[in-house]
């Protein structure tokens, strides 16, 4: 029998291979073909082979961020699962490289100087685990980002960020493969071109690149990144005046658990995609208007929750919107519903389907619209709608 290592890629291909278990709605249908791939070898031969056949590609990664039709996909899904690590200094100095195994904790700490700290993960690593790995390491610079599911190749294409950070400010490169040339490139954080919870891998470059590792420059023994007003008060509640960075990512984490935005299988309202929405981000000139229109949705002393963007802009909360809009926490639509916890989560109450997820997101944007002026942005990938 021949090492796994060793199959050629169509031997490792799994025809009508189903979805929903590796999504956190944990819905829709099946990939047509299937394959996970742990080197960029296999990915290529695997590209190559549905390229063969005309067949559309898909790359799968924690699922946390996607819906699935429920036709399924009509092509090969790639299950991106590269997940070996190297740690370097700024001057090229390799500290750490190997196949990156699941570990909880990393101690003790190492002394890494003063310099910053280059970290590259292979795409198919779980986020979490790399933001414990930083934490526990005393490296600066994810800290908030504690708690949110996926792997390290989505945070790019999406800029992840929660509680006053976003990957931008860390990511130094990403590593891909070309579709286009049929090639591996490396592109700067400049060339990724990152906005708000977007880049080029994302908008004029999707379906082009798929990631295969990502560089994230962090800070030994900095300090903790604590901007984000929630933040603050939970500290702050929990008396917690000088935070480490594991305090910060433990009360991330911990604010997220009470939101139900980590996944949590004992926990139906986190059988969700996290925040459905983007939160929009509006001129001062439409925020006047938008006040106007919500006059009569305030409560005695309330205001709009708004705060300050980039190019003096106004940053909204969706989930504000949505609530005021009539969309509460806890509303219930077929088999699905909002997060008694976060009304901008969607959730599968149980036998979901994908349409009914897009038919109370409709509903949603057409209330919230309707109400304020505002339309809302999804931030999932809909996989197979096409």
Known sequence: MRHEKELPIAER??????????????????????????????????????????????????????????AGFPGLVIHNKISDYEIRTNDDRVIEKEPFLARNTFTPPRDYGDTPVLIRFGAGQEWHEFVVLCVTQNLAGVECLAGIPGTVGATPIQNVGAYGQEVSETIVAVEAFDLQTKSMVELSAAECEFGYRSSRFKTRDRKRFIVTSVTYRLTPNGKPTIRYPELQRYLAEQNIMSPSLLDVSQAVEAIRRRKAMVIDHNDPDSRSVGSFFVNPTISQAEFAQVEERAAKYLRTGEMIPAFPAAEHQVKLSAAWLTE????HRGYVYGNVGTSTKHALAIINRGNGTAREIIELAELIKARVLEAFGIALTPEPVFVGFE
């Open 13 to 70: 291909i799994i025809a009508n291979h189903s979805l929903a278990p590796y999504t956190t709605l944990r819905l829709g249908g099946a990939a047509r073909y299937y394959v996970q791939t742990m080197s960029v070898d296999v990915l290529k031969d695997a590209v190559s082979w549905a390229q063969e056949l005309y067949l559309p590609i898909f790359v799968l990664g924690g699922g946390s961020n996607i819906v699935v039709a429920d």
């Open 324 to 327: 005021r809009a009539g969309i």
